[in-house]
């Protein structure tokens, strides 16, 4: 079941599924979907989503997609019991194409939290932690380089329009003044920019550095030339009749998803309005606030 790329051994990777109950009631007619109806999960991750449908569809088959190792030894632990219906993938969603039509796509944007509680990934600033914020974390250039190799007009282009920061130039003057990053970490950089901000803009809910570290984190690893490439191919991979699910986190990503799926003559939108997490999910895990799930249809 397992590529030859995943290691023997799965490092710690927990991770609650968000929006678990939508995924479910968006994927319901799977089990109507055919002898043998086929999702491609283009975000394996730790293999939680994909267990569900499992579970609740046992005729299906799940193509899973991750290019971080430790997520697919994970998510090779977790689904074991399905056998050959599960097939892992070392692989991109981006760059990924199958080779048979698909009833179901599904796609759960973003960092995992297990990424995110890593420190050693680079990720978050919670936790000090080398300055890598690559997915695939033995392969591409790590944050600290891309930060090192950007000119200051080209750095501060990059943290507005990943980050939408409005603070970006000043931010982009100071982070290329204390060069070189290579060396330094993640709360290095955290402290650089919220020293941008005037205090009292420091005591916010939301950390000063939250959005320059999402432009970098998605420049790494070209979050949205892989979301547009995905948008722009999946709906050719899905049977007539098959779904598209993306759940997305942030209003980049989702005003992409919105766009194509009313604009894209293929597809046939679902979901008028995104579903989100209920109150008792919310509640029970913070990260899913911001979740938003939408759902297309592929047309005749």
């Not at 759940?247 to 009313?262: G, M, P």
Request: glycine share 8%; proline share 7%; aromatic share 4%.
């Amino acid at each position: 079941m397992a590529d030859s790329a995943t290691p023997a051994v799965p490092l710690a990777f927990r991770h609650q599924p968000v929006l678990a109950e939508a995924v479910l009631e968006a994927l319901a007619e799977l089990g109507s979907a055919g002898a043998a109806p086929c999702l491609l999960d283009c975000t394996l991750g730790g293999g939680g989503h994909s267990g569900l449908l499992l579970e609740a569809h046992p005729r299906l088959r799940v193509i899973g997609l991750d290019q971080d190792p430790t997520a697919r030894a994970a998510a090779a632990e977790r689904l074991a019991a399905y056998g050959e219906r599960v097939a892992i993938v070392a692989a991109n969603f981006g760059t990924h194409a199958p080779t048979e039509p698909l009833q179901a796509v599904l796609a759960d944007l973003g960092v995992s939290s297990p990424q995110l509680d890593r420190a050693e990934r680079g990720f978050s600033f919670r936790d000090d932690g080398p300055l890598d914020m690559r997915m695939n974390p033995e392969a591409g250039e790590t944050a600290a380089a891309l930060l090192d190799r950007l000119g200051e007009a080209e750095l501060a282009d990059l943290i507005y329009a990943n980050g939408e920061e409005r603070l970006s130039r000043r931010i982009a003057r100071r982070l290329v003044a204390e060069r070189p990053w290579s060396g330094q970490g993640t709360a290095a950089l955290a402290y650089a920019v919220a020293g941008c901000y005037p205090p009292a803009a420091r005591r916010g809910r939301i950390h000063p550095a939250t959005r320059t570290f999402q432009a970098l984190r998605i420049a790494v690893n070209d979050e949205l030339g892989a979301l547009d490439r995905l948008l722009q191919h999946a709906p050719d991979w899905l049977a007539p009749g098959g779904l598209l699910a993306i759940i997305s986190f942030h209003s980049l990503e989702d005003r992409r998803v919105k766009t194509a799926f009313l604009a894209d003559p293929r597809l046939e939108r679902i979901t008028r309005r995104p579903l989100v997490a209920s109150e008792q999910e919310e509640a029970a895990n913070p990260r899913s606030r911001s979740a938003k799930l939408r759902v297309a249809r592929r047309l005749p």
